[in-house]
């Protein structure tokens, strides 16, 4: 098992930026991949971001491509979600997972723990 907790969610306009914290606790966190999820109000969980455990891996929805990085630092068993040129359809609840194993997963059932979400709202 592992225990995540995010943070830095929060009002931002459109346009702005945000960075997104998942602190790890638990199983070792530099073995396991790592991902982002969002869902927004009367939505599906939709992913956002991944990275493999040795953060050379990462791979993104085309939605976000080129605006949000996911990154992480084994050492503080942290992973991060940068979000630039956030956008209102942005709006909703980020949630972090921790995969099954040591890659990089798009799909939801490849993970196995989640955190209980932070809200981002993108006003316009």
């Known amino acids: 098992q592992v225990q995540l907790v995010e943070s830095g969610g929060g009002l931002v306009q459109a346009g702005g930026s945000l960075r997104l914290s998942c602190a790890a606790s638990?199983?070792?966190?530099?073995?396991?991949?790592m991902g982002w999820f969002r869902q927004a109000p009367g939505k599906e969980r939709e992913f956002v971001a991944t990275i493999s455990w040795s953060g050379v891996s990462t791979s993104y929805a085309d939605s976000v491509k080129g605006r949000f990085t996911i990154s992480r630092d084994n050492a503080k068993k942290t992973v991060y979600l940068q979000m630039n040129s956030l956008k209102p359809e942005g709006t909703g609840v980020y949630y972090c997972?921790?995969?099954?194993?040591?890659?990089?997963?798009?799909?939801?059932?490849?993970?196995?723990?989640w955190g209980q979400g932070t809200q981002v709202t993108v006003s316009s």
């Open positions: 638990g199983r070792t966190f530099s073995n396991i991949g």
């Open positions: 997972a921790a995969g099954r194993g040591s890659t990089y997963y798009t799909t939801d059932d490849a993970y196995d723990n």
